[in-house]
C-alpha cells in the first residue's frame, strides 16, 4: 500500500476516518485518503495504484453513503484540484474538485450564464459530471463541452461530450478519474443570473432541509412523480432509525440527526422503500450512491 502513495506531493492519510470527508457526516475509514497536488500528481497515484493493484476510489462525498467498516485501498479527494480559469467563447475550464458554489460564484462575477439550476447542489463539478446533476432548471450535460480524465492506468486523456453518453444522472464516460471540465457557458445579465440563483437558493432553503447532515434526496425521482411526494403520502416524514431520520421538511432527505451509523441510515432505506411499494406499488431506486464495506 505504502508503494501506492510514494512521492506524491499531496497529502497522505493512513486510516482516515471518512466522516469528516462526506456531507452525511457518517462513513467507516479509508485504508489511504489522498489529496493529490494537481493532475501530475494524480497521473503518478494511477500509475503506482495500477502496478501495485491497490483499488482507487475518487470520493466526492456529498451524494453517497459510506458503509461503517469504510472502503479498502486508495480513496482521492480533489480537493486541492481547485482552478478555474477563462477561455475565449464563454467557456471556462474547472478542475474537477472546484466545488459548485464556487463555480456559480465565479460565473456570476464573469456575468456567465447555464448554471443557474445548480444554486445549492453542494458537490464538486466533476461529482456532478459523473452523475449528471441536474434539478428541475437544468442539468449538467447541457454545459459540458468536454472532460479531461487520467485513465486507470495514469494516462491524461481528452474525451469529447458528444462521445458521453448522458442519462437521467448517470454519464457513461470511460474508466477513470475526472481531473477537468471545459464548460460552455453563455454571456448574460449579472444581475439577471444573479436574481435566478438566489430566487432557487430560497426555495431550496424553503422547502430542503439543508441545515443538517444529509447526502441530499435520496431517491431518483420516478417518472413523472416525486420521491418526496411518495415517501410523504406512505406516512414516512419523521420516521426514524437511530439517528437517521427522513426529514419532516422534505421526506426525499433522510438527515443524521447526531450519530447516525450507515446501518441505521440503510435500514430506514428499507423501511421506506417496502412502505412506499405496499402503499403504492413503486419501487423507488437510489439516487444515493452507496460505497464501502458493511
Ligand atoms: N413534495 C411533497 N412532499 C415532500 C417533498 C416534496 O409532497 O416531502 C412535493 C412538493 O410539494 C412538490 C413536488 O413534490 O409538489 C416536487 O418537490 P420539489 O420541488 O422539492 O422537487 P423534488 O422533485 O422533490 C427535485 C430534485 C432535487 C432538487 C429539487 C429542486 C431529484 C431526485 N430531486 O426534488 O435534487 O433540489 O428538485 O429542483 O431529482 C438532489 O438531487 O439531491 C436533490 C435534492
Redesign the pocket.
Known amino acids: 500500500m505504502r508503494l501506492a502513495v510514494a512521492g506524491l506531493r499531496g497529502t497522505v492519510q493512513f486510516q482516515a476516518s471518512l466522516k469528516d470527508y462526506t456531507s452525511f457526516h457518517i462513513g467507516g475509514p479509508a485504508d489511504v485518503l489522498v489529496q493529490p497536488a494537481d493532475v501530475e500528481d494524480v497521473i503518478r497515484l494511477c500509475r503506482q495504484t495500477a502496478q501495485q493493484r491497490v483499488p482507487i476510489f475518487v470520493l466526492g462525498g456529498t451524494?453517497v453513503l459510506v458503509r461503517d467498516k469504510g472502503i479498502r485501498g486508495v480513496v482521492v479527494s480533489l480537493a486541492k484540484l481547485r482552478s478555474i480559469k477563462e477561455e475565449p467563447g464563454s467557456v471556462l475550464y474547472v478542475e474537477g474538485g472546484v466545488g459548485m458554489p464556487t463555480l456559480i460564484g465565479y460565473a456570476i462575477r464573469k456575468s456567465l450564464a447555464g448554471l443557474e439550476?445548480a444554486a445549492?447542489?453542494p458537490g464538486t463539478v466533476a461529482g456532478c459530471v459523473v452523475m449528471n446533476?441536474?434539478?428541475?432548471?437544468g442539468e449538467m450535460k447541457s454545459s459540458v463541452k468536454g472532460v479531461r480524465i487520467v485513465s486507470p492506468t495514469g494516462t491524461l486523456m481528452h474525451c469529447q461530450a458528444e462521445s458521453i453518453d448522458f442519462a437521467y444522472?448517470r454519464a457513461t464516460l470511460p474508466g477513470g478519474i475526472v481531473v477537468g471540465v471545459w464548460l460552455q457557458l453563455k454571456p448574460g445579465l449579472k444581475s439577471d443570473i444573479e436574481q435566478v440563483v438566489k430566487d432557487?437558493l430560497r426555495?431550496?432553503r424553503d422547502?430542503?432541509p439543508l441545515s443538517l447532515p444529509s447526502?441530499?434526496?435520496v431517491?431518483?425521482?420516478p417518472k413523472n412523480d416525486?420521491?418526496?411526494?411518495l415517501?410523504?403520502?406512505a406516512g414516512l416524514?419523521g420516521a426514524v432509525v437511530g439517528d437517521a431520520c427522513v426529514?419532516s421538511?422534505?421526506?426525499?432527505?433522510i438527515v443524521n440527526q447526531g450519530h447516525a451509523s450507515a446501518r441505521d441510515v440503510l435500514s430506514l432505506i428499507r423501511k421506506v422503500r417496502t412502505q412506499v411499494a405496499r402503499k403504492t406499488g413503486i419501487k423507488l431506486e437510489l439516487?444515493l450512491k452507496l460505497i464501502g464495506e458493511g
Open positions: 451524494n439550476w445549492g447542489i446533476a441536474g434539478t428541475k432548471l444522472r432557487y426555495y431550496r422547502t430542503q447526502a441530499g434526496c431517491f431518483k425521482n416525486s420521491a418526496g411526494r415517501v410523504e403520502s416524514k426529514s421538511k422534505h421526506a426525499n432527505f439516487e
